[in-house]
């Protein structure tokens, strides 16, 4: 009956996520048969443009391979520094103290305005992007994972202190599995800032992968393989989340599911 319960529910998600993307595509249309501007394509040529540069087109997949160094090992490095700052920021309030004003100037200030500083400090190359990527991406990682130790039940880790744990069996057996799903819930978000950031640095300054074929394109007024660039970063972008979910539900299956519906 169970079984039966959750292949229902996933026919119907998935026929109102179709039934949404006909509807967008529909729209498309619309606007583009009724709009005055030869340069918006079609959904079916933006499709052909897809297809065309996934399997004719191989600087995309050159281009694709030189952005994602950026993306990769910045959202790694946000990873193994977000983490840890957000653990100790939640467990000890006097390390939430230190870094509480410069998590507060990150989150408020927009990261495009210093990428210019950046490549002035570490030039053209990929420890710049990389740099980039990061500040994009790991003060959410470490918001979430503070907020994650900040929800752990108080409750527990008395009784657990009462019982003579350690501090490190705190940490192992309540802390870091509590905040499980909230780090996991950062690094969702933190992932999809990375991607904005790798596709922002290459389209103001450092045009080297994606951002450049995206530039020789709209030079070209080829906009149907501006548009399918976009697509398949999207595409990718929704693929590395569902990679990312899917993650978060194996490691995290003890976790409840509080959803509505």
Do not use: C, H
């Not at 229902?8 to 619309?30: M, P, T, Y």
């Not at 957000?86 to 939430?96: E, I, Q, S, V």
């Not at 596709?199 to 045009?207: D, F, H, K, S, Y």
């Amino acid at each position: 009956m169970k079984n039966s319960a959750i292949k229902k529910r996933i026919v119907v998600d998935w026929s109102l996520r179709l039934a949404v993307f006909i509807a967008a595509v529909g729209v498309w249309e619309l606007f583009v048969s009724t709009a005055q501007n030869f340069l918006l394509p079609r959904f079916t040529e933006v499709a052909r443009g897809v297809f065309y540069l996934l399997f004719s087109e191989a600087r995309f997949w050159q281009a694709l391979y030189i952005s994602n160094q950026a993306l990769i090992l910045g959202f790694a490095i946000s990873v193994v520094i977000g983490i840890p700052l957000g653990l100790l920021a939640g467990r000890f309030r006097w390390m939430d103290r230190i870094l509480n004003p410069y998590i507060g100037v990150l989150l408020t200030m927009p990261v495009a305005p210093l990428i210019p500083i950046v490549i002035i400090a570490l030039g053209l190359g990929i420890a710049a992007r990389v740099f980039i990527v990061v500040l994009f991406a790991f003060v959410f990682i470490t918001v979430n994972t503070r907020a994650g130790v900040r929800g752990v039940e108080a409750s527990l880790i008395e009784m657990a202190k009462s019982f003579g744990a350690s501090e490190a069996q705190i940490w192992r057996r309540i802390v870091i599995p509590g905040a499980m799903p909230a780090i996991f819930a950062g690094m969702r978000i933190g992932l999809g800032r990375a991607i904005t950031g790798m596709v922002m640095v290459e389209l103001i300054l450092v045009a080297s992968g994606l951002g450049r074929l995206l530039l020789e394109f709209s030079g070209r007024m080829q906009s149907d393989l501006v548009f399918a660039t976009v697509l398949a970063v999207i595409i990718e972008a929704l693929a590395l989340l569902a990679g990312m979910q899917a993650l978060e539900k194996r490691i995290t299956r003890w976790a409840p599911d509080i959803s509505i519906g």
